[in-house]
């Protein structure tokens, strides 16, 4: 045998590797995905053509339990009815029916707008004045359920009013000249109140007092404003609170609570102020409302008559 024959051959294996079927779970995947990024632009895309009220309904809908939604407790999420409530699980006559609109009346975008513009315009007038640009730091805007409220507030340093008096300040004065033309582009009416500090006078509330100051206040501020160009048919109330209503997080004996709100009122809340609802339900009428339906009622008189006679016999 030859040398060459002494060699073994290699032999070379080869393994085949067979894949299994991987299915078609990457297109349940990709299909979800898919799904979730349409609702995500869609949302997108309604939130950008809603309007300010609608979001905010929205808002509410979604930070309202719903236990809380279908028993009727205390909405910690919201203080608003969604619109388009009706009869719900729990009440015969629906949510909106058991509040008070009055309560939870909210400013629509239009008047908003109306708001914020008037705002933006004082803020200019003052601005442009620099004898009244500093007092633009006691001067504070904020929507409330009743509509745009302006306040003036006092200061140690820079005060609005002489002590204990409502004598108004020369800057005071010119402030509220300023404002008083402005408030006429809004066909809203007005409400004037004044408010004190808890720093009582000498006598207490006996003789002259934080009432009378207030109420004064609020008045001298009325006054100005007329002088100033305001339209006196827009004035709707002036009143006087004393010290009763202090400034959230506030000492009732700090300056800041002496101030003055000038409040322009949304039309339903001008309109309630002007003619208040009277509730139903059983009451106390009147000699006088008995007396114009034409069912007096005399037994009580003559009860009284003729106890008084009794008293006067046993004389």
């Known amino acids: 045998m030859s040398a060459g024959g002494d060699k073994r051959p290699i032999v070379i294996r080869r393994k085949k590797i067979v894949h299994a079927h991987h299915g078609g ?15 995500l632009f869609l949302v997108m895309w309604i939130l950008s053509v809603a309007s300010e009220e609608q979001r905010q309904g929205v808002a509410d809908y979604f930070s309202t339990p719903l236990t809380t939604a279908i028993t009727g407790g205390d909405r910690s999420g919201s203080t608003r009815v969604i619109p388009g409530g009706g009869p719900d699980p729990a009440h015969s006559d629906g949510e909106r029916a058991r509040i008070d609109t009055r309560e939870f009346t909210r400013p629509s975008e239009q008047q908003r707008r109306f708001f914020m513009d008037l705002q933006r315009r004082i803020e200019a007038a003052i601005n442009a004045d ?21 306040q003036l507030l006092d200061a140690e340093h820079r005060p609005m009013f002489d002590l204990g008096s409502d004598r108004l300040a020369p ?38 007092s934080n009432w009378e100051l207030s109420s004064d206040r609020a008045n001298a501020s009325r006054r100005e404003l007329v002088q100033g160009g305001l ?11 004393a ?27 001008a309109e309630y102020i002007r003619r208040p609802s009277v509730l139903e339900g059983p009451g106390v ?27 006067l016999g046993a004389e």
């Open 243 to 269: 010290d009763r209503v202090p400034l959230p997080d506030t000492d009732p004996a700090d300056a800041d609570n002496r101030r003055i709100e000038l409040l322009v009122l949304l039309p339903e809340v």
């Open 130 to 150: 620099p004898e009244l640009r500093e007092l633009r730091q006691q001067m504070r805007f904020d929507l409330t359920p009743e509509g745009l409220r302006i």
């Open 171 to 208: 800057y005071m004065r010119s402030l509220l000249r300023t404002i008083a033309p402005l408030l006429n582009d809004l066909p809203n009416y007005l409400s004037i109140s004044g408010h004190t500090d808890s720093v009582p006078f000498v006598g207490g509330y006996r003789g002259y």
């Open 285 to 311: 009428p009147s000699p006088m409302s008995s007396r114009l339906e034409g069912e007096v009622n005399v037994a009580p008189v003559e009860q009284f008559t003729e106890s008084l006679r009794r008293s």
């Open 25 to 39: 779970s990457w297109k349940i995947a990709l299909a979800d995905f898919m799904t979730a990024l349409m609702a």
């Open 231 to 241: 339209d006196s048919s827009k004035l709707l109330r002036v009143s006087g609170f």
